[in-house]
């Protein structure tokens, strides 16, 4: 198993990159060193673009220039990256696709989005190019698509560990209302969170928005809401404070808590209310954390808990490549492939790896530990467990599987 690089393997390959920048050479500028193609379709416009595309391209931008150069296989390689706006719908899936292999002949695709994710994968398929896609349902991978992978959002996993936590310590909670678009993403939300309330015994109703990229007018969705007398809630950050307005004394929970996106956050009222599971930012992640320090005096901006998780694709892919010994996509894939399906290996966020057979019958599905915080106070959050990745999909499986 790989371990992630060190600190100071980090500023040994950032320096490699300056000089070898400077000294001209080869392909990427630098003699011996192989270039791969990452392409991206991500939402780089509109309000989805302003929050996840753009910082989550510059987040990519800079996890690759300090990974630098690495060695697969003993040999050099750097990934070169492509972006491309799929506007986090079917048609920019397309789109983006179509010009990221068309056009730009990558490697190797992700893809922002369920719909774009799902409308990218066709031509992946026939070029026999590994979509990494995200928001997609575990139900959705299949060996019909054996090329698709999922490394973020994928939602099956991040919320047994906090349904798991309220079925034995608040057994008294009951019903639970659900907000979110009515897309195929929304839906790859709430399905799971389905599944888990009929796992155990909870009622629970959605609540469906026109997937706009707009922000919405709060207040009548929040009267819906409230009509229903919930317990649980899961619904935007942005609607809480109408929420409470309201009266609602129940809990909320997701998978990030942006302090940037509420201004003055009600401390008091969040405090003990607000649960986060999945890949929350404030996971007891070292490496994490510390990236995102790093981009924050970079560009003088937060890297939200979304974009955050974003370069776990680029993380996670290349540890499997240099677990697999090869990166040559065009004569290895099947061993690429099969490694990622059987390998466990550390990134930033912990141990990662592809599971999901059970759910699926193929796998493909990117899991990491599992974290569940409780909002304690300002800027405070409570780890109440942390479950490990094997854990995390045992869980996630004993669900599946009844």
């Not at 809630?233 to 809480?240: C, D, G, K, M, N």
């Not at 970079?298 to 490549?321: C, D, F, V």
Request: hydrophobic fraction near 40%; aromatic fraction near 14%; include cysteine.
């Amino acid at each position: 198993m790989k371990k992630w690089l060190s600190v100071a393997a980090v500023v040994v390959l950032c320096l490699s990159l300056v000089i070898g920048a400077a000294c001209g050479g080869g392909k990427t500028g630098e003699e011996g060193v192989k270039e791969l193609k990452f392409g991206f379709g991500m939402a780089l416009s509109g309000v989805l673009g302003a929050y996840a595309g753009l910082p989550a391209r510059d987040a990519l931008n800079m996890a690759n220039e300090e990974m630098g150069v690495f060695e697969v296989g003993g040999q050099k390689y750097r990934w070169k990256l492509f972006f491309e706006d799929n506007k986090f719908n079917s048609a920019g899936g397309v789109a983006s696709a179509t010009k990221l292999i068309f056009e730009d002949h990558v490697d190797f695709m992700f893809q922002l989005g369920a719909d774009a994710t799902m409308a990218a994968y066709p031509y992946c398929h026939e070029r026999k190019v590994i979509l990494d896609g995200s928001g997609l349902p575990a139900t959705m991978l299949g060996p019909d698509k054996p090329y698709l992978f999922q490394t973020n959002g994928t939602w099956d996993y991040y919320w047994p560990n906090f349904f798991d936590w309220v079925s034995r310590e608040h057994p008294e909670l009951h019903k639970v209302v659900c907000v979110s678009s009515d897309d195929l993403m929304g839906h790859g939300v709430l399905d799971p969170i389905n599944k888990n309330c009929d796992y155990y015994g909870l009622d629970y109703t959605n609540i469906w928005i026109p997937p706009t990229g707009i922000t919405p007018e709060w207040y009548p969705i929040v009267t819906k809401v409230m009509s229903h007398d919930p317990d649980i809630v899961f619904i935007p950050q942005l609607a809480y404070d109408a929420m409470w307005e309201m009266g609602y004394k129940g809990i909320f929970f997701d998978t990030n808590f942006e302090e940037e996106l509420w201004g003055e956050p009600n401390w008091d009222k969040a405090a003990g209310h607000v649960y986060l599971t999945g890949l929350a930012a404030q996971g007891p992640w070292p490496e994490v954390k510390a990236f995102r320090e790093r981009y924050k005096e970079r560009y003088g901006l937060t890297l939200m808990t979304y974009a955050a998780g974003i370069p776990m694709s680029l993380w996670a892919w290349t540890a499997i490549l240099q677990e697999a010994g090869t990166a040559d996509f065009e004569n290895d894939l099947d061993k690429i492939m099969e490694t990622a399906e059987t390998a466990v290996v550390d990134c930033p966020y912990g141990q990662f790896m592809y599971t999901g057979e059970v759910i699926n019958g193929i796998g493909h599905c990117g899991t990491v530990e599992s974290t569940l915080n409780v909002v304690s106070g300002p800027r405070q959050y409570e780890l109440i467990r942390l479950l490990t990745v094997e854990e995390n999909a045992a869980m996630t499986h004993k669900i599946y599987s009844r």
